[in-house]
């Protein structure tokens, strides 16, 4: 079955300081990767997406991730947090017919 | 533009009320969605629309009832609805229903209390 992990519910960083939020997927799930961010009583809005057309892909506000086949990743990385990271992160695969969420990481940030 | 709007932003209702949410696309996208999210968790997929047609119900209560009027408007319809469905209803739309690489569109979302 198709499913998408995300290794620590809770990350805190202090501002300045690298990003790294991580996301693995299962063998199954076909390489179409996402990342999303939800601030506060919002929607989810896209960081960026992976289509194989590149394996380290650059996305807003400064982040980027690294599709790794090897190692089953994308794990998502900002090399300097900002107060205004603060969220909750998606990492999703999308099958064709559904969305795979994972668990979700919030992210605090640290002045 | 990539915008999906949904109304209301909020909305509380008794659990003898019949309430709707609506949700508005102007991307030319053929697939819609509705989710349910509660706090700090993913959201969780209620109904795909595709070509207007319900293409997923995901097993939800016949107390929620979507509905496709044309392929830019997507609404859900609440009635009898309990304290335990409270929680932010997000609508999204993609390009297609099967397509990989489609990006989902999400809305703001309506924050719902049922009280």
């Known amino acids: 079955a198709q499913s998408v992990t995300q290794l620590g519910s809770h990350v805190s960083v202090s501002e300045g300081a690298l990003v790294l939020l991580r996301c693995n997927y299962s063998?199954?799930?076909?390489?179409?990767l996402f990342w999303y961010v939800q601030y506060p009583n919002q929607g989810l809005q896209l960081l960026l997406k992976?289509?194989?057309?590149?394996?380290l892909v650059k996305g807003i506000n400064g982040f980027e991730a690294e599709f790794k086949k090897s190692e089953t990743s994308f794990h998502l990385t900002k090399p300097s947090a900002h107060m205004s990271d603060a969220a909750e992160y998606f990492c999703?695969?999308?099958?064709?017919?559904?969305?795979?969420f994972g668990t979700g990481t919030s992210l605090t940030v640290i002045p | 533009d990539t915008e999906v709007t949904q109304t209301p932003k909020h909305l509380v209702m008794g659990m003898t009320n019949k309430k709707s949410l609506k949700c508005e696309q102007h991307?030319?996208?053929?697939?819609m969605y509705w989710y349910k999210q509660k706090a700090k968790k993913p959201p969780e997929l209620m109904f795909v629309?595709?070509?207007?047609?319900?293409?997923i119900n995901e097993s939800v209560p016949s107390r929620f009832s979507p509905e496709c009027p044309n392929s830019s408007l997507l609404n859900l319809h609440l009635h009898a609805l309990q304290p335990e469905d409270s929680a932010l209803y997000l609508c999204?739309?993609?390009?297609?229903?099967?397509?990989?690489?489609?990006?989902?569109?999400f809305g703001p979302g309506t924050r719902l209390t049922v009280l």
């Open positions: 999703a695969a999308n099958t064709g017919n559904q969305f795979y």
């Open positions: 991307m030319g996208h053929r697939a």
């Open positions: 992976y289509t194989s057309a590149a394996t």
């Open positions: 629309y595709s070509y207007e047609k319900l293409s």
């Open positions: 999204a739309s993609s390009p297609r229903l099967a397509g990989p690489a489609d990006t989902q569109y």
């Open positions: 063998s199954s799930v076909p390489p179409y």
